[in-house]
């Protein structure tokens, strides 16, 4: 191999793959970067398995070639270098050559054979998605993912296309998040707008191939995705994207959704964020325990930790139904809450065991394309 490309070039292209490296001890080809020409391209692949990128940059190619190298060696190198405008790189067996500037380097690579092979999209069926749609359905909920693995399912995204909306969904058993939008929203495609609006699809995504998507930026209005056996794959310009599914069966979250409460509290956002932030002082924010005392349209906020001391809040609200009186966990809070784009907050309250639910509040309506679900600590 011979070929000469930007610093820049190939530096943005390590950093959009390595994401997909592995750590792994057991197999080690993982924590390498695959790096071959494809006509006048450079490409750098990377998988772990679960998912794959590949990111294809312009080059001068006058050799083809192809070899594997540690991610991590390349991009140590790259980031000592100071960013001189082009690099050449040259394969010899299993050594590649790099030289920018004053500098040479040359890297011991792997057996090419040995680099797993990232599945290819067929590209039968391609929904066109709008990329901030998307991500924004997605980062709603990322965050409230469960972290074990005592349920796989639940360590992903749930995302569900039916009824002519697309509802992203997330639950660590804890708590719930739920982003629901028009499908005509995120799928602009008509052809597979239509093709899913006959269908009621539903797969699970994970929780690694949802963060990486919500970093990409915004400099491309669309994506192009497929589902195909068990993998989704995802075009953005010149980076490609596959992930493994989730295989399993997501639970029915709507059974736990209450229809009705017995208690709607409204508040604004700003003023219940701050609170919740003053009693992470006593509580820290990992943990700990609030207690909502609601009567007479005031809302009390009371923390108290025998080695640190106490808080107490009061605010005025708009209380309708009955006084109540629950104990939140204040992260759970402040996670679910900060999601919500309205000036005002509805939570509906039906007892101190059930379920709590948020939702945005303006023009005096409920905005119910975001919903956020948390139970009440046990010893309330």
Known sequence: MKAICTYENLRGALNATEFATSKSATLSILNNILIETDGGQ???SATNLEIGIVKKIQAKIDAPGKIVVSASLLGNFLTALRGNDHISISVEGRILTLKSGAHKAKINGYDVEDFPIIPQSSEQEVMDLSLTQFKNSISKVLNF????QTRVELTGVFMSFNNDVVCSVATDSFRLG??????????????????ISDSDRQIILPQQLCA???KLPDEHETVQCSIEQNHLFFICGDLYITARLIDGVYPDYKQIIPTSSV????????????????????TGRESGEIHFDINDNKLKITTREQELGENTTELDVELTG????????PRF?????????????????NGNAAPVVFQGYDDKKLD????YIVMPVKSA
């Open 322 to 329: 009955e006084a109540q009186n629950i104990v939140l966990n």
């Open 178 to 195: 739920e982003m629901c939008v028009p499908l005509g929203d995120v799928v602009m495609n008509a052809g597979a707008h239509n093709s």
């Open 145 to 148: 993912t469960s972290k074990t």
């Open 368 to 371: 119910k394309k975001y919903t």
């Open 212 to 214: 990486y998507i919500n």
């Open 263 to 282: 208690t709607n509290v409204i508040i604004k956002k700003d003023a219940l964020m701050e609170a919740m932030k003053v009693t992470t002082v006593f």
């Open 333 to 349: 809070v402040i996670d679910g809450v900060g999601k919500i784009d309205a000036e005002h907050v509805n939570i509906a309250i």
């Open 42 to 44: 450079l490409c750098l």
